[in-house]
């Protein structure tokens, strides 16, 4: 899988939930925030997107761990874009 693709599915992802919601003036790209100020979705969405990609991972064959405590830290966080969670995605895919 891609980095672009990946991309795709997670805002894909995201848009549905924010539809869901009955939120759609907000744009979402691959540089959107996922948390702190100015996230696109709220916390239970963030685990809600966990989930999904859990699931993408089993489907893979690996296992997605979004529990570390690198991705809970405030300064590097694999939440702090859709690219950068694809990216941690993506590098935990290969090992």
Do not use: H, P, Y
């Not at 744009?27 to 809600?48: K, N």
């Not at 690219?83 to 935990?92: G, V």
């Amino acid at each position: 899988m891609k980095l672009e693709e990946l991309n795709i599915e997670i805002i894909s992802f995201i848009e549905d939930k924010l539809e869901e919601e009955g939120i759609e003036d907000i744009e979402v790209t691959s540089e959107s925030r996922l948390i702190g100020d100015g996230g696109v979705i709220d916390s239970l969405g963030i685990v809600e997107l966990c989930l999904f990609l859990e699931d993408k991972a089993s489907d893979m064959n690996f296992e997605f761990d979004w529990t570390s405590d690198s991705a809970m830290s405030n300064s590097r966080s694999i939440f702090a874009s859709i690219s950068t969670l694809s990216k941690n995605f993506l590098e935990q895919s290969s090992k």
